[in-house]
């Protein structure tokens, strides 16, 4: 190989490989002599590449982790890979990850040459996750164009859909995207209301960036996380629980886990306090500790109880196991007539 650039090229590619190269294997490989791998790999050093060398009889080369990251060489299946694995970060809302996935995502669809970059989108296109949580609400491109906005620091009109179901025109200056759950948000100074706002970004359409530039404001919080954090406890109901479970405290400390308000009253009982936005996981959670309890407050879940424990009982009543009883092949229910 006697074009120096290619030849160091394909020098860099092989020493991306996890492994250890014998020189005499790296000169096999490239058809060149032992003293152009030693040149080639002094050349790489002088880029900035930290590449290692040992001796020995088993002694070779290797790249080692350095000060910055260099510049990858993937080849086409790498590459695919690597590209569906950042759409389904940035759609998968993958905790700490999501902001640089969507960057990454859009430095690589950048570079791809068209075959891949269809392919990429073929893939997308025909698979979907299977997730007990429901599926991804937001698309990468559609992520992409909003980070893009909030790094421009430039106003963005857009149209949003409220709770309400009516859409309406909104001028604001994006300042962070938030993934909570299964769902992405905007947080952003409206323009229109003279407040902080935050957007789900599954309601955004026709987003318009435009031209007028602004200085960064200063989020009244500590970081946009806790500012949405906050709002959304504002917008949700909580339900603040009192409860007497008929356990001792150590028993409960497992089974509800780190971080809950839970003392003892004696040794065969103790108090839990807790908070949630629904009555339905409130209940599950206590009905499914395994010991009896005593709800104080608040009076919702304790109206809440009684239907379940009322549609319990029927449902275990002899009336119920007679409805659902097998019946003798070729007989038919009898007929109930209004009286």
């Not at 993937?74 to 940035?90: F, K, Q, S």
């Not at 893939?123 to 980070?147: F, I, K, Q, R």
């Not at 859909?161 to 409206?190: C, F, I, M, T």
């Not at 009244?220 to 949700?236: G, H, I, V, W």
């Amino acid at each position: 190989m006697s074009d120096t650039p290619a030849r160091l090229l394909g020098l860099l590619s092989l020493l991306q490989t996890p492994r250890e190269w014998p020189g005499s294997e790296l000169a096999a490989r490239l058809g060149v002599s032992l003293r152009t791998i030693r040149r080639d790999v002094q050349r790489l050093r002088d880029l900035g590449y930290p590449v290692q060398a040992t001796m020995g009889v088993i002694g070779g080369y290797r790249l080692v982790a350095g000060k910055a990251m260099p510049p990858l060489l993937l080849d086409d299946d790498e590459a695919v890979a690597i590209a569906v694995g950042l759409r389904t970060a940035a759609g998968h809302a993958v905790a700490g990850i999501e902001d640089a996935s969507v960057r990454a995502l859009a430095k690589l669809e950048q570079v791809l040459p068209s075959r891949l970059r269809q392919r990429v989108r073929a893939l997308g296109a025909a698979t979907e996750p299977l997730l007990t949580w429901g599926p991804p609400t937001v698309d990468p491109e559609h992520l992409n164009a909003l980070a893009a906005a909030v790094n421009s620091r430039a106003q963005l009109r857009f149209t949003y859909r409220r709770r309400d179901g009516v859409d309406g025109e909104r001028l604001v200056e994006p300042y962070k995207l938030v993934s909570a759950g299964r769902r992405w948000y905007l947080v952003g100074y409206d323009n229109d209301r003279a407040d902080w706002r935050i957007f789900r970004v599954d309601r955004i359409t026709g987003q318009r960036p435009t031209r007028t530039q602004v200085a960064a404001r200063r989020l009244p919080a500590t970081d946009a996380a806790s500012f949405m954090a906050e709002k959304l406890r504002e917008l949700t109901p909580v339900y603040r629980a009192v409860v007497t479970l008929h356990a001792p405290v150590e028993r409960m400390a497992g089974p509800l886990g780190a971080g809950v308000d839970l003392e003892p009253i004696d040794g065969v009982s103790c108090r839990l306090r807790s908070d949630a936005d629904t009555l339905e996981w409130l209940a599950w959670r206590l009905l499914t500790l395994g010991c009896d309890i005593d709800v104080h407050e608040p009076p919702e879940l304790i109206a809440y109880l009684r239907q379940i424990g009322t549609r319990a009982t029927r449902a275990a009543s002899p009336q119920a196991a007679e409805r659902t009883a097998p019946r003798p092949a070729g007989t038919t229910p009898a007929r109930r007539t209004l009286e």
